[in-house]
């Protein structure tokens, strides 16, 4: 049984940083595309940014741009978030997902074949 676990997440300060990550596990997810979302109370879901399985092709929602990176490490089955500038709209339960057959458009528009159970981001003003 595959699954993905978020953690990293906590309160910070606006202006702050955080550094998320989504260690893999039950099998390898190298070729698949990776992604994070993220959702606030009494909103929906919404896509916050995705890789490709060779980690060389990076996606963004506008919100974050130039603010999060997203990353991979293969050779742990990771996946990370890093958040620069947060910001009190950043706060939302994060989740990790991922897409089997490697396709970053389907992963983007809500498509996946995993995804973890979300770590808490908070950001005071």
């Known amino acids: 049984q595959a699954h993905l676990v978020e953690s990293g997440g906590g309160l910070v300060q606006a202006g702050g940083s955080l550094r998320l990550s989504c260690a893999a596990s039950g099998r390898t997810f190298s070729s698949y595309a990776m992604g994070w979302f993220r959702q606030a109370p009494g909103k929906e879901r919404e896509f916050v940014a995705a890789?490709?399985?060779?980690?060389?092709?990076?996606y963004y929602a506008d919100s974050v741009k130039g603010r999060f990176t997203i990353s991979r490490d293969n050779a742990k089955n990771t996946v990370y978030l890093q958040m620069n500038s947060l910001k009190p709209e950043d706060t939302a339960v994060y989740y990790c997902?991922?897409?089997?057959?490697?396709?970053?458009?389907?992963?983007?528009?809500?498509?996946?074949?995993?995804w973890g159970q979300g770590t808490q981001v908070t950001v005071s003003s």
């Open positions: 890789i490709r399985w060779s980690g060389y092709s990076t």
């Open positions: 997902a991922a897409e089997g057959g490697g396709d970053v458009a389907r992963l983007m528009r809500g498509g996946y074949d995993y």
